[in-house]
């Protein structure tokens, strides 16, 4: 069995008033142990609501999901137990931070649990580390006193320290400058190798999707438009410019310099697979 599986889900906002709207509908997905989903579409495509039932901030109109299994539908009602699988961080989780140390507001969520001190320091040693924030430097700043990006460390190892089965992160890096969202990423990356969890990261860089996500799931008017490699999905371009998305910049610079008659490989989605690219066309030349 799947770890998630999301049967026929749909939901309507203010069902049966004149502000009835279809957010999701019909969506059918599997989700496996240690996947790393990138999520994307458009604005108002369905990404959000779609990840806020999968902790069971929304619960269905219609359809269901079971989430290791335990089953969300229209009539659940008590959702602790998902909630402590499924760790959901939102946009510019640092605005949810208020403890007046590093180390209180990591171990907020784990005391909730009823854990004793003893486990509950270790899952925040753990989870610090997990983010690359070292226990003993950051353990006693306030939160309030650090940057942008490692406010948003901080923030996601607080919902680390819950020790959930998937870690679903909506837009990670919005807002920071391109260190810290480079620095951001490759935590996520770091966090997915070491500690084996599922992770679904929504995002609107193609880049960094290309670049760190296994699977793509294309979301467009509420419905599943692709699921598939990123590089399968990248593939499609004129698919994905119907529903208002794109490709990475480098992959268009490839393609156009395919169509301009150099030999290389149109199908490369990092920057790392064009440089490599690149030098073997190079060095075709050479040997000419």
Known sequence: MSLIEINNLTHVYGKDTPFEKVAI??????????????????????????????????????GSIVADGIKIDKDSSNLTDLRKKIGLVFQYPEYQLFEETVERDISFGPKNLGLGEKEVLERVKNAMESVGLPYDEFKDKSPFELSGGLKRRVAIAGVLAMNPKVLILDE??????????????????????????????????????????KRLIVMDKGEVFMDSS???????????????????????????????????????????????????????????
């Open 25 to 62: 509908k019909d969506v059918n997905l599997k989700i496996e142990e240690n996947e790393f989903i990138g999520l994307i579409g458009h604005t108002g495509s369905g990404k959000s609501t779609l990840i806020q039932h999968l902790n069971g901030l929304l619960k269905p109109t219609t």
């Open 230 to 288: 990123p590089r399968e999905v990248f593939k499609k371009e004129d698919e994905l410019k119907s529903v208002g998305l794109g490709i990475p910049q480098i992959t268009s610079f490839m393609r156009v310099l395919k169509k301009r008659g150099f030999d290389v490989d149109d199908d490369c989605i990092t920057v790392d697979e064009a440089k490599e690219s690149l030098k073997e066309y190079l060095r075709s030349r050479k040997d000419v």
């Open 172 to 213: 990670p890096t919005a807002g920071l400058d391109p260190r810290g969202r480079d620095e951001i990423l490759s935590e996520v990356s770091n966090i997915h190798k070491k500690e084996n969890i599922t992770i679904i990261l929504v995002s609107h860089s193609m880049e960094d999707m290309a670049r760190i996500a």
